[in-house]
């Protein structure tokens, strides 16, 4: 194939990132987005219900933070709020049995940037597994080493991501390895062995085209053939997303990773690079592969995501997993839906077992935020000119503000369990200020619905936005209050 012979003794150097690239939408650069529009305003008494698949992908939060630290603006089809949410951990309780896999929080604060409305917070938090404690994993890595992936912030952080999970590997974990450019191909079979996995990683340099169709096609072959019965099977694929050879339309990928998926095999997909990301593509078949989605761009990224998160990348402990609430509009009037706009399904399918949603890792969390107009409060939505075309009013009374489903399946399991939790009245009534995590929540929307443009914002600016972040001694979020300030230097305030 000529891919494998790399006599470099520092291939496997974390290389710096972010090297020259043209800018988005500029010739030459051929990124691309899949984005939707702002989540619009409901009426309770129109749209009681909301309806929405879990998401626990980070991929946009690691790429947001890639155009910032370039010196560019993230284009708003780039990001996704609730990922930027759900990139950072929250002081959620710890699950009190793995029957019920994941804890659940509600709670209310006044919004900042609209004293009329309300924010309403969900939160999940899984149930985290020790290493030994992991089943037996048959891991595929699945390798890009076409011509495209011959840039520093590609090839070179791959191996040094992957390298890190090799480090991870027990002796009853297996890993093999397939590799795709002009043609595809197994480099090594599966083996229980890290040393032989640095091995063959550390041999990989780039060059071809893009059989990516074929490698994906291969590498579930492989992972069937090494099927570790009640285990986890997963293929990892590594990529700048840029398929040009063999399988290249999404829905005929799409239709192979369900499949697999149905029979146990899942899919995370791991993008690296700048200049022809195709991240609808690599977002897109992780939904699919009942897998995770995350932008490595970094050696710093990638431990985080594939040490320091690695059960939760690899072990599903809740499948399936939908959030449904039910306002009660003699207490709501209008809300919003902070994010998750292509994650939203029919009020029909919350209780359709068939309908498939997103998963939860072991130690993975989930948090999603609704902005809420109190029953008696000044809303989004103008009044109608002609009397048939207005809602009646809602009854007064009532002890609860919503109500919240969800629905999951435990591994292995078809039947869906539910849980479900009435928010009280008095949170409308009792809420403050954003405070601790609550704030730090509400400052990252906020960070997101500005970068996506959004008119419900009422001016709440990158400066309000620094304020309400605060300071911590976690990296993370210290790194974040950074993102905040330069979102703002690229973006300056007309003198007055």
């Not at 800018?23 to 691309?32: D, I, Q, V």
């Not at 002890?399 to 479900?420: H, Q």
């Amino acid at each position: 194939m000529g891919v494998l012979a790399n006599n470099n003794p520092t291939s496997t150097s974390v290389p710096q990132p972010y090297p020259t690239q043209a800018p988005y939408g500029a010739p030459g650069n051929t990124e691309r987005y899949d984005g939707k529009e702002v989540g619009s305003i409901q009426s309770v008494l129109a749209q009681p219900v909301s309806t929405f698949s879990i998401d626990v992908d980070t991929g946009a939060y690691a790429n947001v933070r890639r155009f910032l630290k370039s010196g560019a603006t993230p284009p708003p089809d780039a990001v996704r709020t609730e990922e930027l949410i759900n990139y950072f951990r929250y002081d959620y309780p710890r699950p009190t049995s793995r029957d019920v896999p994941f804890s659940v929080t509600t709670d209310m604060a006044r919004t900042p940037w609209n004293p009329n409305t309300r924010l309403m917070r969900i939160g999940l938090r899984g149930y985290d597994v020790e290493a030994r404690g992991r089943p037996a994993a048959n891991l595929v890595f699945l390798i890009d080493v076409s011509g495209s992936m011959n840039s520093s912030d590609k090839l070179p952080l791959v191996k040094h991501a992957l390298t890190l999970v090799a480090q991870r590997m027990r002796p009853q974990d297996k890993v093999s390895i397939v590799v795709y450019a002009g043609a595809a191909g197994v480099v090594l079979e599966p083996t229980s062995r890290p040393e032989y996995v640095k091995q063959a990683i550390d041999c990989l340099s780039a060059g071809g085209s893009t059989a990516g169709g074929q490698g994906i096609k291969l590498a579930y072959d492989v992972a069937r053939a090494n099927m570790i019965r009640g285990g986890i099977n997963r293929i990892l694929l590594a990529t700048d997303g840029d398929f040009n050879v063999g399988i290249s339309d999404n829905k005929t990928l799409e239709e192979l990773v369900k499949r697999n998926r149905d029979d146990g095999i899942t899919l995370t997909t791991l993008g690296f690079g700048t200049g022809n990301y195709n991240e609808a593509m690599m977002e897109r078949i992780a939904d699919f592969g009942n897998g995770n989605y995350s932008y490595i761009d970094s050696a710093m990224e990638a431990q985080k995501v594939l040490d320091d998160e690695l059960s939760a990348t690899l072990f599903t402990i809740a499948k399936d997993v939908k959030i449904q609430v039910e306002f009660n509009p003699a207490q709501v009037k209008e809300y919003r839906l902070i994010g998750y706009e292509n994650r939203a399904l029919k009020e029909e399918d919350f209780d359709n077992d068939t309908v498939d949603a997103g998963d939860i890792g072991a130690g993975h969390q989930v948090t999603a935020l609704y902005e809420i107009v109190p029953a008696d409060g000044p809303g989004w939505l103008p009044d109608r000119r002609y009397e048939a075309n207005r809602p009646g009013g809602a009854p007064a009374g009532g002890s609860e503000a919503a109500f919240v489903k969800l629905r999951y399946k435990l591994p292995g399991n078809e039947t869906s369990r539910l849980i479900s939790r009435p928010v009280p009245a008095s949170f409308i009534r009792t809420a403050q200020a954003p405070q601790g995590d609550m704030a730090f929540i509400t400052a990252v929307a906020a960070f997101g619905q500005r970068l996506r443009g959004d008119k419900y914002l009422n001016g709440f600016g990158y400066p309000q936005i620094f304020s309400l972040a605060g300071t911590s001694g976690n990296y993370w979020r210290n790194e974040f209050v950074q993102l905040v300030r330069l979102a703002d230097a690229q973006n300056p305030r007309p003198r007055r």
